[in-house]
C-alpha cells in the first residue's frame, strides 16, 4: 500500500512538473492518494496504540483537504465568474483539522504525560510559544506586510500547531524511537497546509501549488510509517524524570518578544490591536500553564509525604535494621532501629564500610556473596556494644532503580534463634538427664569412625526396683552418679552415653584386651553403693561388648545383644563378648525376610489402633494404626521388626496400599460408634516415602484426605526433595506429621523448611522436665505454625506436665493402650456415653 501510494502520488507530480497535467489537478490526485491510504491505515488500527488513530485520521483529512485546495486551484479558472477568488477557506479548515488531529496523535505517544492534565500542559507549552513567536513574527514582518484574513488565520494557527508538535516530539523522543521521524513528518504538514492557504489566499500561481504538495505527500511518509497491525512499537527505557527542566521552553521565547516589543515600540511608537491582543493571549497562556503546573507540584509534593509517611512507618515498626550500600559496599543511610535493635549510632556507621562490622573471619564470605549477588547471608556482626552477634542479611541490589541506586541489605539479629537451635540439637544429641550421648549420638559418632574400635554397653539390674522403692527422684539421682562415675573413668579419646532409663554405653579406641579391661573396671564403679539423696542404693552392673569395624552399622546391636545374654547368665558376670550364641536374634530377622513378601496373601496382617485426645477436654479427635504381623513360630511381630524389612524388600508399596484400605474400612466402623469424624494418622515408612508413585497411590485408595495424617520421621539422609513431596500431600488435602522429634536429631532449621501440620514429641523428650521447659518447645512449635501432640503418656504427672505447658493433643496407655479394633470400639463407646 506504501510502494503504490508514493508510486501514484510522485508520478502525479511529475505529470505536473513536465506539464501534462494542470498543477492543480496533480495536487488533487495526490491528495486523494493520500487520503484513500489514511482510511486504509485507520480501518486497520483496530488492535493497535492509540496514537494510530488520530494520526491516521490526520493524515486522511490532510489528503482530503489537499485533494480540495488542489480541485479549486484547477477548476477555479474554467468557472462561468472568473472574478471568483480562489476558495483559501478550504485549506485553512483542513489545516484546523489536520493540526488538530495530528497533534492528539503527538500526545498519545509513549513518553508523554500519563494524564490528561499533564497533556494540556503540554499542549499550553507549545501554544504559548507559537503565540509568542508569531507575536515577535508579527511586530517584526507581519504587521509591515499587512497580512490578514485566511492568511493571518492560518499563520496564527501554524505558529500555536508548530510549537506545540515541537513541545510534543521533545518529550517524546527519549522513550519512543521513532518520535523525531513522526514528529518531522507532522511539522512537514503543519508548515506546507500553511503554504496552500498562502498560496490559494494571495491568488499565485498554481506552479506554487507544486511546492506545497511535495512536502504534502512526503510529510504523511514521516508521520505515518506502518507497524505491523496491533504490535505498536515498544517503548525504550528512560531515565528522563518527565519535565523540561533542562530545556527553556518559554525563556527564550519570552526574551525575544521583550526584545521584539522593546524595538518595535522605539520604531513605531505605539502597539497596534493584533499585536495587544497576542499580548493579552499569550500572558494568559503562560498563566494558565503556571497554575496546572503549580498544581501538579502540590499534588506530587502530597504524594511524596504520603509515600515518605509511609516509608518512615514501615521501617520504624521494623523489627530488621535496613542499610543502604553505595558500590563500594560504604553505609549510606540506616533506618533509625539500628539503634534500638543493634545499639548502633548513625556516627558509628555511616561513611564506613559494612564489612569493618562483620566478623573477621567472616569478611572475604560476606564479601564475595555481596559481590556476587547472593540474595541472603549469614555472618556475626558487631553491634554498638561490641558484641558479636548472629545476623541474617536479606540483599536487594537495586542500583538499577533511578529513585534508590543503592544495595539494600535488610538485617535480623538471629541469635535468640540460633541459641535455641544449638539448644535442641544439643538435647536432641544428648540425654537430658545425664547430659551424655544419646543413641542416636552415639550412631552418628560410629559411622564416623574410620579405624576399628570397641563398643561396651553397661546395664543397671535393679533401677526399676529403686524407682519403684525410694521414688523416682532416687533414681534419677542414680542415673546421674553412673553417668558422673563413667566420665571420670574414660581416659582420652573414649566417649559414653546413654542408651536407655538403665544402659549405658562407652566407645574406646583401644583393642579387645584394653576394652575388657575397661568393662571390668567400669562394672566395679558402676555396682558400686550409690550414697545419694541421704539414702544408699545399690545396683548390680552387667556388660556386653562387640568390636566395631569402619562401615558397620550392627556393632550396637551386636553390643546390647551380648549385654541381654550376660544378664540371662545372672548377675556378677564379667563382659561378655558378642558370639555365635547370640546369632539367635539374627535368625528371627531373616525368618521375616523369607515369610514377609506372603503374608498380605495369607491374610497374616491385622491392625492396632490408638486413640488420640484432645487435652484437656479428653475427647478423641484421632487415631493413630499401627500394622502387626501375626506368624506362626514368631509370634506378634510389631511394625518396628517388619516395616524396615519390608521396605528393604521393596514391599512398601503393597503394605501401604493395603495399610490405607483397611485403616479407611475401620475408621468408617468407628465412626458409627464415635459420632463426629475423627482423623488418622499412619505412618509412612522412608522407602514409600520416596516411592515416585506415593502422592498417586494416596489419592487412588480412596480414602479422604481431609481425615488423614502422613507421619513421618526425617529419612538419613533426608530426601533430596522432601519438601516437594510432603507438600504434594498438603495439596492433595491431607495433613503431614513428623514424627519422633526430640528423640532423633531434628534441627529447628529442617522444622521451618518442612511443610508440616503436627510434629509427635516422644515422652521420652519431657522426661523428668519442668513445665517451663515443655511449654518452651510447645510455644516454639506453635511459632512455627506446627501442632504439638505428646506420644506415650503414661501417668498423670505426665499429663499434668504436658497440659500446664499448653499442649493439646496426647496419646499413650494413659488414655488407652495400642488395642484392637474390637476393644478400641468399646472405648470409643464408653468415652461416647460418659460425655
Known amino acids: 500500500m506504501l510502494l503504490v501510494s508514493v508510486t501514484l502520488s510522485a508520478a502525479a507530480l511529475a505529470a505536473a512538473l513536465a506539464g501534462i497535467i494542470p498543477a492543480g489537478l496533480a495536487l488533487a490526485v495526490a491528495g486523494l492518494v493520500a487520503a484513500a491510504r489514511a482510511a486504509t491505515l485507520l480501518l486497520r488500527r483496530d488492535g493497535a496504540a492509540c496514537w494510530h488513530r488520530p494520526v491516521s485520521a490526520g493524515l486522511g483529512f490532510c489528503g482530503v483537504s489537499t485533494a480540495a485546495a488542489g480541485l479549486a486551484a484547477w477548476l477555479a479558472p474554467h468557472a462561468m465568474l472568473t472574478d471568483v477568488p480562489l476558495p483559501a477557506e478550504l485549506p485553512l479548515i483542513g489545516l484546523f483539522f489536520v493540526a488538530g488531529t495530528l497533534l492528539i496523535g503527538l500526545f498519545h505517544l509513549p513518553g508523554q504525560a500519563a494524564t490528561y492534565v499533564g497533556r494540556i500542559r503540554r499542549l499550553l507549552d507549545g501554544a504559548g510559544i507559537g503565540v509568542i513567536l508569531f507575536f515577535i513574527a508579527w511586530l517584526v514582518v507581519f504587521e509591515a506586510a499587512g497580512l490578514k484574513g485566511a492568511a493571518l488565520t492560518a499563520v496564527l494557527v501554524a505558529s500555536v500547531a508548530v510549537g506545540s508538535a515541537v513541545v510534543g516530539t521533545m518529550r517524546a523522543a527519549p522513550i519512543q524511537p521513532g518520535a523525531v521521524l513522526r514528529g518531522a513528518g507532522i511539522l512537514v504538514m503543519i508548515i506546507a497546509q500553511t503554504a496552500l492557504v498562502l498560496i490559494l489566499d494571495y491568488h499565485l500561481d498554481q506552479a506554487w501549488l507544486l511546492v506545497a504538495g511535495v512536502p504534502l505527500v512526503a510529510g504523511p511518509l514521516l508521520a505515518g510509517r506502518e507497524l505491523p497491525p496491533g504490535q505498536p512499537e515498544p517503548p525504550a527505557a528512560t531515565t528522563t524524570d518527565g519535565s ?7 525563556a527564550l521565547p519570552l526574551a525575544g518578544a521583550l526584545v521584539a516589543a522593546a524595538y518595535h515600540l522605539v520604531v513605531a511608537g505605539h502597539f497596534d490591536p493584533v499585536s495587544a491582543v497576542l499580548a493579552i493571549v499569550g500572558v494568559v497562556i503562560i498563566a494558565v500553564r503556571e497554575a496546572l503546573a503549580v498544581a501538579d507540584v502540590r499534588q506530587y509534593a502530597r504524594w511524596l509525604a504520603e509515600r515518605e509517611a509511609r516509608f518512615r512507618a514501615l521501617v520504624a515498626g521494623s523489627a530488621d535494621v535496613t542499610m543502604m550500600l553505595d558500590d563500594t559496599l560504604v553505609v549510606r543511610w540506616q533506618s533509625p532501629a539500628a539503634a534500638r535493635r543493634l545499639g548502633l549510632a548513625d556516627a558509628d556507621v555511616l561513611g564506613h564500610p559494612l564489612l569493618d562490622r562483620v566478623h573477621p573471619d567472616e569478611t572475604d564470605a560476606v564479601e564475595t556473596a555481596l559481590t556476587s549477588g547472593d540474595t541472603l547471608i549469614e555472618a556475626r556482626f558487631g553491634d554498638g556494644f561490641g558484641v558479636w552477634r548472629e545476623t541474617e542479611w536479606s540483599v536487594s541490589d537495586q542500583r538499577a532503580d533511578p529513585s534508590v541506586r543503592a544495595v539494600v541489605v535488610h538485617v535480623r539479629d538471629i541469635s535468640q534463634r540460633r541459641q535455641l537451635e544449638h539448644a535442641l540439637a544439643q538435647a536432641a544429641r544428648s540425654d537430658h538427664l545425664t547430659g551424655l550421648a544419646n543413641r542416636t549420638e552415639l550412631r552418628r559418632l560410629l559411622a564416623d569412625r574410620t579405624a576399628p574400635c570397641v563398643l561396651v554397653v553397661l546395664g543397671l539390674d535393679g533401677l526399676t526396683s529403686v524407682n519403684q522403692l525410694r521414688g523416682h527422684e532416687v533414681g534419677d539421682a542414680v542415673l546421674v552418679e553412673a553417668a558422673r562415675r563413667l566420665r571420670a573413668a574414660l581416659s582420652p579419646g573414649e566417649q559414653a552415653a546413654r542408651l536407655t532409663s538403665d544402659q549405658f554405653a562407652v566407645l574406646t579406641a583401644g583393642g579387645a584386651v584394653h576394652a575388657q579391661m575397661t568393662a571390668s573396671r567400669l562394672l566395679t564403679l558402676l555396682s558400686d553403693p550409690y550414697p545419694v539423696l541421704g539414702v544408699s542404693s545399690h545396683l548390680s552392673a552387667s556388660a556386653g561388648l562387640a568390636e566395631h569395624a569402619p562401615g558397620d552399622t550392627d556393632a550396637l546391636s551386636r553390643a546390647e545383644l551380648a549385654l541381654q545374654r550376660s544378664r540371662q547368665l545372672g548377675p556378677a558376670q564379667p563382659p561378655q563378648w558378642y558370639d555365635e550364641a547370640t546369632a539367635t536374634l539374627l535368625r528371627r530377622r531373616l525368618t521375616i525376610e523369607q515369610d514377609l513378601p506372603g503374608a498380605l496373601t495369607r491374610g497374616e496382617l491385622d491392625l492396632l489402633f490408638q486413640p488420640v485426645v ?4 479428653g475427647r478423641v479427635v484421632g487415631l493413630e494404626a ?22 528393604q524388600l521393596g514391599l512398601h508399596h503393597d503394605l501401604g496400599t493395603w495399610l490405607l484400605a483397611a485403616a479407611g474400612r475401620q475408621l468408617s466402623n468407628f465412626a458409627a460408634v464415635q459420632g463426629p469424624p475423627l482423623w488418622l494418622a499412619l505412618t509412612v515408612s522412608p522407602a514409600l516415602l520416596a516411592a515416585d508413585g506415593f502422592v498417586d497411590l494416596l489419592a487412588a485408595t480412596g480414602f479422604p484426605p481431609s481425615r488423614l495424617v502422613v507421619q513421618f520421621t526425617v529419612p538419613e539422609p533426608a530426601l533430596p526433595d522432601l519438601v516437594d513431596r510432603l507438600t504434594a500431600v498438603r495439596t492433595l488435602g491431607a495433613r503431614v506429621s513428623l514424627d519422633g522429634f526430640g528423640v532423633q536429631a531434628t534441627s529447628l532449621s529442617l522444622l521451618r523448611r518442612l511443610p508440616l501440620d503436627l510434629v509427635r514429641v516422644d515422652r521420652r523428650t519431657f522426661a523428668g522436665a519442668e513445665t517451663p521447659v515443655v511449654a518452651a518447645v510447645v510455644n516454639l512449635a506453635r511459632q512455627l505454625g506446627v501442632e504439638v501432640a505428646v506420644n506415650d503418656v503414661r501417668d498423670d504427672q505426665e499429663l499434668t506436665t504436658i497440659t500446664a505447658a499448653g499442649c493439646r493433643l ?6 488407652c493402650a495400642t488395642s484392637v479394633p474390637e476393644r478400641l470400639e468399646a472405648y470409643l463407646d464408653a468415652q461416647r456415653t460418659t460425655r
Open 614 to 617: 484432645e487435652l484437656p477436654s
Open 626 to 647: 499401627t500394622p502387626r504381623w501375626r506368624r506362626a513360630g514368631l509370634g506378634p511381630v510389631p511394625d518396628t521388626e517388619f516395616l524396615p524389612v519390608a521396605d
Open 810 to 815: 496426647a496419646q499413650g496407655s494413659l488414655f
Open 244 to 250: 523540561f527542566a533542562r530545556y527553556p521552553l518559554l
